[in-house]
C-alpha cells in the first residue's frame, strides 16, 4: 500500500502525525474500556446515582506515554510478523 506511512527503520521512530494518530488510538481504547466497566457496573446495581454523576461530569482521563509506548510496541510486533511473512 503506497499510501502507508513506514516507521523510520533505522531509529524506529515514527513521525508526528504517525504518533498522533497512535495517541488517539490510545486514548479511543481507554474510553472504550472506561465505558465497558461502567456499563458492567450499571448493569450489576454496582454504582449509585451520585458515583454516576461524578463520572459523568469527571474530565476524559489522558493518554500516558505507558499507552502510547504499549501501542507502539503492538505496531512494531504487528511490523514484524508481516516482515516475516514476507
Given amino acids: 500500500m503506497a499510501h502507508v506511512r513506514r516507521m523510520d527503520r533505522q531509529g524506529g521512530r515514527m513521525d508526528a502525525r504517525d504518533r498522533l494518530i497512535v495517541a ?3 486514548q479511543l481504547k481507554a474510553e472504550r474500556e472506561t465505558r ?11 454504582v449509585s446515582q451520585e ?3 461524578a463520572i459523568a461530569t469527571d474530565p476524559v ?3 500516558t506515554s505507558e499507552d502510547i509506548a ?12 508481516k516482515t516475516n511473512r514476507n
Fill in 36 to 46: 465497558e466497566t461502567l456499563e458492567w457496573a450499571i448493569r450489576n446495581g454496582a
Fill in 70 to 81: 504499549s501501542v507502539e510496541k503492538i505496531i512494531a510486533l504487528d511490523e514484524g510478523r
Fill in 51 to 53: 458515583v454516576l454523576e
Fill in 24 to 26: 488517539l488510538y490510545a
Fill in 61 to 63: 482521563p489522558v493518554v
